[in-house]
C-alpha cells in the first residue's frame, strides 16, 4: 500500500500552496485543503501519477457555525485501499467552484446536483442545464441549504430543456414518466430514424424526496431506518455503508462475529436480486417460464431472509456497531442457500441453450468499455464491459479482508455479459455465505457506539449488488447528524444507458433498461 506520509510530501512538493492542512486519518485517508483552482491541480496529480479518480462531491452549509459552505472531493486509488478528501471553504455569499466537467465525466453530475441543491455554481462547466431541480422549481429555491424551508410550488407548464435531434426521417417518441408497470416514474425521450434509435435523453428525479434533508438533525443511530430505504432492494448495502461511516467517524471496532455475519446478509441481497434481474431479462426476450421460475428461486430466498432477520429484505439486519441479529440455530443456511443456487444454475443453463433468448441477448445494448470508464460505471455493468473493479476487493469492509473473492469480469458489454456476470456473482455469493458460516467466530452482535466528533467527514465504502455505494457523514456540535452524503451506484449509471441503446431499436429498450436495472429511488434520492 502507499505510503500516505510520503503521498502528502509529494504532493506537496508538487502543488505547493493550493494544497495545505495535510492530515492522514484512520491510516488510509489522507486529507487537505485546496485553495480556489486547487483541486484541478490536485485531481490531474492523482491521476496521472498515482491512478486515483474522483469516487464522491459532496456539497456543505456551514454558514451558521463557521460562516461558510463547504465542497469535499473524495478521491479513490482503484485497487489499493487508500483514499484523498481535498475540501475547499466557500465564502458565505455569493460561492463558487471550478469546474471539473472536462477533466472527469463523474464530476460534471455533482456538479449540477450541488448547484441544484445548494446554489453553487461550478465556473466553467459545459452542461449547467438543472440535473435534480425540475423546470417549476423557483429559481432561489435550495433545498439542502440550512436556512431552506418548504415551499408550495406547481408545475407551470414550461418544457423541460431536452436538447432535440433534426433531420429527415427523425421522429420522437417518449416514454414515461408513468409506466406500464408497477415501476418508478422516469422520462425517456427517443429519437429514431424507423425502429433505430439514434440518441435517448432520460429525465428522471420526478420523486425526489429530500432524503439527505431527512438526515438533518437526527441521532446517528436513528438514522439507519432512513438508510435502509433510500433503495428497498438495497437494504444491507445502504444500511451497510451508513454504519461503516458512521463506525469509521467514531473509531467503533466492529466485533468479529458481526463482520462476518454482514458478509453472510450482503450476499444474502446480492443474491436474490440477480437471481431475479436474470428472470426479468429472460422474460423481455418472452421467455415467461424462465421468469416465473427465477421468481420461484426468489422468493424462497425472500422468505429464507424473512428467517434470518425477520423481514424479506433484510431490514433490521445491520445496526451501528454490528449486527441485529444473529444466525438463527434452526436454519442450515448453507444448505438452503446451494439448494437455491443449484435451482438458479438449471433454470439459466435452459436460457442460455435457447437461440431464441441467445439472439436477443448478444450483441444487444453494447456499452464499451471506454465509455464505461469514462462514465465512471460500476458495479455489475461495469464488469460486463471489461471494468474488473469490485469493492469487496479493492477496498476492503466487514470481514472480506479475509476472503478471497473472485470478480467475473465480461468484455462484450452487451445484455448477455450483464447477465453472465449476474449468474456467475450469485454462485460467487453462495460460495462467500458457505466461507462466512465455517469461519464464523464466537463473540458479541455488536460494540457501542461512540461519540462521533463534531464537523469531521467519515465515509463508508459497500459493493452492493449493483455496485459500489458511498455514504458520507458528518456530526453537528451537539452530536446529531449535520450532513450525510449518499451516492447510490445508479447515480453514475442511468446515463450510459443513452450510449448502450445506440443503434438498437425501440422494441429492444426494455431489455437493455432491465439489463442494466437502476434505481430511481436510489438516484431521485
Not at 442511468?494 to 426494455?510: C, G, K
Request: with cysteine; proline share 6%.
Amino acid at each position: 500500500m502507499t505510503d500516505l506520509g510520503a503521498l502528502a510530501a509529494s504532493l506537496t512538493r508538487r502543488l505547493g500552496a493550493p494544497f495545505a492542512d495535510v492530515r492522514v486519518v484512520r491510516g488510509r485517508e489522507l486529507h487537505c485543503r485546496v485553495e480556489p483552482g486547487g483541486v484541478r491541480r490536485l485531481a490531474e496529480a492523482l491521476r496521472t501519477e498515482h491512478g486515483a479518480e474522483l469516487r464522491l462531491m459532496v456539497g456543505n452549509d456551514r454558514r451558521t457555525d463557521a460562516g461558510r459552505f463547504e465542497i469535499y472531493w473524495l478521491f479513490a486509488h482503484p485497487t489499493e485501499n487508500w483514499f484523498v478528501q481535498a475540501a475547499q471553504w466557500l465564502p458565505a455569499v455569493d460561492p463558487a467552484i471550478t469546474s471539473l466537467a472536462t477533466f472527469h465525466h463523474p464530476a460534471s453530475l455533482f456538479e449540477r446536483e450541488i448547484f441544484d441543491l445548494f446554489g453553487i455554481p461550478a465556473m466553467g462547466h459545459p452542461d449547467p442545464r438543472p440535473l435534480v431541480r425540475h423546470a417549476f422549481w423557483p429559481a432561489d429555491y435550495f433545498p439542502l441549504r440550512k436556512d431552506a424551508t418548504p415551499r408550495n410550488f406547481q408545475d407551470d407548464g414550461r418544457a423541460f430543456p431536452f436538447t432535440e435531434v433534426g433531420g429527415e426521417g427523425v421522429y420522437e417518441i417518449p416514454v414515461g414518466p408513468v409506466h406500464a408497470g408497477v415501476i418508478e416514474p422516469g422520462h425517456f425521450r427517443f429519437s429514431v430514424v424507423g425502429e433505430t434509435i439514434i440518441d435517448m435523453k432520460a429525465r428522471l428525479y420526478f420523486t425526489h424526496k429530500g432524503t439527505e434533508k431527512l438526515f438533518e438533525g437526527r441521532a446517528p443511530a436513528d438514522g439507519i431506518a432512513l438508510a435502509e430505504r433510500v433503495s428497498g432492494d438495497t437494504t444491507v448495502g445502504h444500511a451497510l455503508a451508513y454504519c461503516e461511516a458512521l463506525e469509521a467517524a467514531a473509531g467503533t471496532v466492529v466485533p468479529a462475529r458481526a463482520r462476518w455475519l454482514r458478509v453472510i446478509l450482503l450476499e444474502m441481497e446480492r443474491l436474490y436480486n440477480h437471481v431475479g434481474d436474470f428472470g426479468m431479462i429472460a422474460n423481455d426476450t418472452g421467455y415467461a417460464v424462465a421468469h416465473a421460475h427465477c421468481f420461484r428461486t426468489r422468493e424462497g430466498l425472500l422468505r429464507l431472509n424473512k428467517r434470518l432477520t425477520g423481514n424479506r429484505l433484510l431490514r433490521g439486519g445491520i445496526v451501528p456497531g454490528g449486527v441485529g441479529h444473529d444466525l438463527p440455530a434452526n436454519i442450515d443456511l448453507a444448505v438452503e442457500v446451494d439448494a437455491a443456487v443449484r435451482d438458479f444454475d438449471e433454470i439459466a443453463a435452459l436460457s442460455l441453450r435457447n437461440t431464441l433468448v441467445m439472439d436477443r441477448l448478444e450483441d444487444t445494448g453494447r456499452l464499451t468499455g471506454a465509455i464505461a470508464r469514462d462514465h465512471g460505471v460500476l458495479g455489475y455493468v461495469a464488469r460486463a464491459s471489461g471494468i474488473d473493479a469490485d469493492a469487496r476487493r479493492d477496498h476492503p469492509f466487514a470481514a472480506y479482508r479475509e476472503l478471497d473473492v473472485r470478480v467475473p469480469v465480461h468484455t462484450t458489454g452487451d445484455v448477455k455479459a450483464r447477465a453472465l456476470v449476474r449468474l456467475e456473482e450469485a454462485r460467487e455469493a453462495a460460495r462467500l455465505i458457505r466461507l462466512a458460516i465455517t469461519r464464523l467466530p464466537a463473540g458479541p452482535l455488536a460494540a457501542p457506539l461512540g461519540p462521533l466528533p463534531p464537523f469531521e467527514p467519515a465515509f463508508g465504502l459497500v459493493e452492493g449488488w449493483r455496485g459500489a455505494i458511498v455514504h458520507w457523514v458528518m456530526a453537528d456540535g451537539s452530536g446529531r447528524l449535520h450532513r450525510v452524503k449518499i451516492m447510490d451506484p445508479s447515480f453514475l449509471n442511468w446515463r450510459p444507458l443513452s450510449h448502450a441503446l445506440l443503434q438498437n431499436i425501440v422494441p429492444d429498450f426494455p431489455l437493455c433498461n432491465k439489463s442494466f436495472n437502476q434505481s430511481y429511488s436510489g438516484n431521485d434520492l
